[in-house]
């Protein structure tokens, strides 16, 4: 299931499913669905059983996806009205601005799991490898307040002083967990998506050396879609480890239709599980949470310039770039300078 969060006509994020060409709005299907079995059909009703948006839907999820699955399969047979209570049932994607998949995630952690992109940016530093890679998986919060879908992503001037892309993986904590060991996280994903950790080398590489950060030059925007992929479509990608998943999903990333980075989800050299298991040590993650791969290897222009791939290349306004993950479809972003 690709599950979507849009925006269609009134201007308001609703939660949807992608079957085909089409948004199948979910708060109406669930409407639908709940007057077709004789119960309340409000929107009160609807959010308190099934929740409000896609993380609602994560939230309640043992309740929600069952009942998406009967609604998509209706649709696949015509079997759904055009309209519900005065709106349209299915809208086409075409039709629709797609948001990112949870706007407001509880809170989000991005990973350094990819050895190939720690290494060679190292490398291009003039530093040796640092051995606390190999003793356990590092990350970093960053600031779910700032999330973007697809689209136009608005930084300031200061932020396109060597302004970077970043291509990674991500996935959503489906379920409330506390010490979580590897062997039993990969149970606590919901789905993956794509995400963009967009970086402003300038402010970045200031902040940390003050050895604390990253901060300003991360907080500004990360950007999350265009859709949440529940684990299920990615069975046939899946490879058990007894460290936890990989998942066998080809990344690439383009700037203005050039491709400029290429690589693998399986390549993470610590898998989500064991990064779960770090997160979850002594605290308690939560329903939509975020967690990121971290770079993949070629993921970046710091890397790729520090290799002399491409030559001091940064990203400026009006910049599009494309991050395309097997099945997680087609992340797409232009760079605005907000006045």
């Given at each position: 299931?690709?599950?979507?969060?849009?925006?269609?006509?009134?201007?308001h994020?609703?939660?949807?499913?992608?079957?085909?060409?089409?948004v199948?709005?979910?708060?109406?299907?669930?409407a639908?669905y709940?007057?077709?079995?004789?119960?309340?059909?409000?929107?009160?009703?609807?959010?308190?059983?099934?929740?409000?948006?896609?993380l609602?839907?994560?939230?309640?999820?043992?309740?929600?996806?069952p009942?998406?699955?009967e609604i998509?399969?209706h649709?696949?047979r015509?079997?759904?009205?055009?309209?519900f209570?005065?709106g349209?049932?299915?809208?086409?994607?075409?039709?629709?601005e797609?948001?990112?998949?949870?706007?407001r995630?509880?809170?989000?952690?991005?990973?350094y799991?990819?050895?190939?992109?720690?290494e060679?940016a190292?490398?291009?530093?003039?530093l040796?490898?640092?051995?606390?890679?190999?003793?356990?998986?590092?990350?970093?919060?960053t600031?779910?307040?700032?999330?973007t879908?697809?689209?136009?992503?608005?930084?300031?001037?200061?932020?396109?002083e060597?302004?970077d892309?970043?291509?990674e993986?991500?996935?959503?904590?489906?379920r409330?967990?506390?010490?979580?060991?590897?062997k039993?996280?990969?149970?606590?994903?919901?789905?993956?998506?794509?995400?963009?950790d967009?970086?402003?080398?300038?402010?970045?590489m200031?902040?940390?050396?003050?050895?604390?950060g990253?901060?300003?030059?991360?907080?500004?925007a990360?950007?999350?879609?265009?859709?949440l992929v529940?684990?299920d479509?990615?069975k046939?990608?899946?490879?058990?480890?007894p460290?936890?998943?990989?998942?066998?999903?080809?990344m690439?990333?383009?700037v203005?239709?050039?491709?400029?980075?290429?690589?693998?989800?399986?390549?993470?050299?610590?898998?989500?599980a064991?990064?779960l298991?770090?997160?979850s040590?002594g605290?308690?993650?939560?329903?939509?949470?975020?967690?990121?791969?971290?770079?993949?290897g070629?993921g970046?222009?710091?890397?790729?310039?520090g290799?002399?791939?491409?030559?001091?290349?940064?990203?400026?306004?009006?910049?599009?770039?494309?991050?395309?993950?097997?099945?997680?479809g087609?992340?797409?972003n232009?760079?605005v300078?907000?006045?």
């Amino acid at each position: 299931m690709k599950l979507v969060t849009f925006r269609y006509e009134n201007g308001h994020d609703r939660a949807g499913v992608l079957v085909g060409s089409h948004v199948v709005d979910l708060a109406r299907a669930f409407a639908w669905y709940e007057h077709s079995h004789g119960r309340r059909c409000d929107e009160a009703h609807v959010f308190d059983r099934y929740g409000r948006g896609v993380l609602g839907f994560v939230e309640h999820q043992e309740r929600a996806r069952p009942v998406a699955d009967e609604i998509v399969e209706h649709y696949a047979r015509a079997g759904l009205p055009a309209t519900f209570e005065g709106g349209p049932i299915a809208v086409a994607l075409e039709d629709v601005e797609l948001r990112a998949p949870i706007p407001r995630p509880p809170s989000m952690r991005d990973g350094y799991a990819f050895r190939q992109h720690v290494e060679t940016a190292r490398r291009n530093r003039g530093l040796e490898m640092i051995p606390e890679f190999d003793q356990f998986p590092i990350f970093y919060f960053t600031n779910h307040g700032a999330v973007t879908g697809p689209g136009d992503v608005r930084v300031r001037k200061r932020h396109t002083e060597r302004l970077d892309y970043e291509l990674e993986a991500a996935v959503v904590v489906g379920r409330e967990a506390h010490d979580v060991s590897a062997k039993e996280a990969d149970a606590l994903i919901f789905g993956l998506t794509i995400m963009n950790d967009w970086s402003a080398r300038a402010l970045q590489m200031d902040e940390m050396k003050l050895n604390l950060g990253p901060a300003k030059g991360k907080d500004f925007a990360t950007s999350l879609g265009p859709w949440l992929v529940t684990l299920d479509e990615l069975k046939d990608r899946t490879v058990a480890t007894p460290n936890g998943n990989h998942y066998d999903l080809a990344m690439t990333a383009r700037v203005n239709g050039k491709e400029l980075s290429r690589g693998n989800v399986r390549d993470m050299t610590w898998t989500f599980a064991q990064i779960l298991e770090r997160a979850s040590y002594g605290v308690t993650l939560y329903p939509g949470d975020v967690v990121g791969s971290g770079t993949c290897g070629t993921g970046c222009l710091l890397e790729l310039n520090g290799s002399k791939i491409t030559d001091n290349l940064w990203l400026a306004p009006g910049d599009v770039v494309d991050l395309a993950i097997d099945r997680l479809g087609v992340l797409s972003n232009r760079i605005v300078l907000a006045e």
